[in-house]
C-alpha cells in the first residue's frame, strides 16, 4: 500500500471511529479521533504543491476536523452544519448489481444488447474515429510474437472508452442505475458512467476495474491491457498486481491514455472496488 493511500486509510478509519463515538455520545474519545484524523489529512498534504486540489481538499478536511475537535474537547455536541461535513467525507458508492449474471438469468439478454453495442461502437471508431489513427500507430508499435492481438486489444479498450466518453453526459445520480439504463438515458454520475465502460469491456472479453477514491469522491476504470503504450504512463498504476491503464469517462478532453491533473496527483488513493471477473 502506497504512503498516500496509507494515510487516506487511517483518515477514513479515525473519521468513522469518530462518527461512531458521536453517535454513542462519548465526546472526548470522539475528539481524539478527530485529532487522529487531521494529523493523518496534514501529514498527506505536506510536500505537495500549492496549486494541488488534493491539497487543498486534505487542507479543508484537516481544519474541520480540528475545529471538531475543539468542541468535542469542551464535551459540546458538534454543530449541525459542521457534522454535516464531517459524514460527507466517508464517500461510499452505492453496491452495484451483479456484473455476470449466470446464462440461465432473464438479465442476461442485456449483456447480449451491450455487446451488439460495444461491437457496433468498435467498428465506427475504426472507420471514423479523428484519434484512430494515431493509436493504430501506438498499436503497431508493439513488437512480439502476439502483437497483432494486442493491437485489436489496445484499438477495442479506446473504442469502448471514446464510446462511453462521448455518448453520455455527466449528471447528478444514484449511482444505482444498470449500464443498460445508462445507455437508455444517455447520462449517469461517474460511478454510473465508470460501470458502463466495464461492462462494454466485459462483452468483449477485456477486462476492467471499477476504481474508486474517497478521497476525491470519484469513480474511474483501469484497463487490463497486455500491452500499453510507455507515453501513457502518467496514466498507469499498479493495483491487485497488475499494470493497469487509468481513464476517466468525465473528463471531455482527455485522449485515451489521458487523465486530468488531479486524477493523476491522487492516483494513490484510488482502491479496486469491483472488477468484472
Request: glycine share 6%; with cysteine; aromatic share 8%.
Amino acid at each position: 500500500m502506497s504512503r498516500a493511500r496509507r494515510l487516506v486509510a487511517i483518515a477514513r478509519e479515525a473519521t468513522n471511529q469518530l462518527l461512531t463515538f458521536l453517535d454513542i455520545g462519548d465526546l472526548r474519545r470522539a475528539a481524539k479521533a478527530s485529532i487522529k484524523a487531521a494529523e493523518a489529512y496534514v501529514t498527506l498534504m505536506k510536500g505537495l504543491p500549492a496549486t494541488s486540489r488534493i491539497k487543498r481538499l486534505a487542507t479543508t478536511r484537516a481544519e474541520l476536523l480540528v475545529a471538531a475537535a475543539k468542541v468535542l474537547k469542551e464535551e459540546r455536541r458538534l454543530p449541525a452544519d459542521l457534522e454535516y461535513a464531517i459524514r460527507d467525507f466517508i464517500w461510499k458508492p452505492a453496491s452495484p448489481p451483479q456484473i455476470h449474471p449466470p446464462a440461465d438469468d432473464p438479465a442476461a439478454a442485456r449483456w447480449l444488447e451491450l455487446r451488439r453495442v460495444a461491437t457496433q461502437a468498435y467498428q465506427r471508431f475504426l472507420e471514423a474515429y479523428p484519434d484512430r489513427q494515431r493509436l493504430t500507430d501506438l498499436a503497431h508499435s508493439f513488437r512480439g510474437r502476439e502483437a497483432s492481438m494486442w493491437q485489436v486489444e489496445f484499438l477495442e479498450a479506446a473504442a469502448m472508452y471514446y464510446y462511453v466518453r462521448d455518448r453520455t453526459t455527466y449528471v447528478t445520480g444514484t449511482g444505482r442505475q444498470s449500464s443498460r439504463e445508462t445507455l437508455y438515458v444517455g447520462g449517469g454520475q461517474c460511478l454510473e458512467q465508470a460501470r458502463l465502460l466495464v461492462d462494454l469491456l466485459r462483452s468483449l472479453n477485456l477486462k476492467g476495474y471499477l476504481l474508486a477514491s474517497e478521497l476525491l469522491r470519484h469513480a474511474i476504470v483501469g484497463i487490463e491491457l497486455k500491452a500499453i503504450p510507455g507515453s501513457f504512463q502518467p496514466a498507469m498504476a499498479r493495483l491487485k498486481g497488475q499494470q493497469l491503464l487509468l481513464v476517466d469517462t468525465t473528463c471531455q478532453n482527455c485522449s485515451f491514455g489521458e487523465l486530468p491533473g488531479e486524477v493523476v496527483e491522487a492516483k494513490s488513493s484510488f482502491e479496486v472496488w469491483q472488477v468484472n471477473e
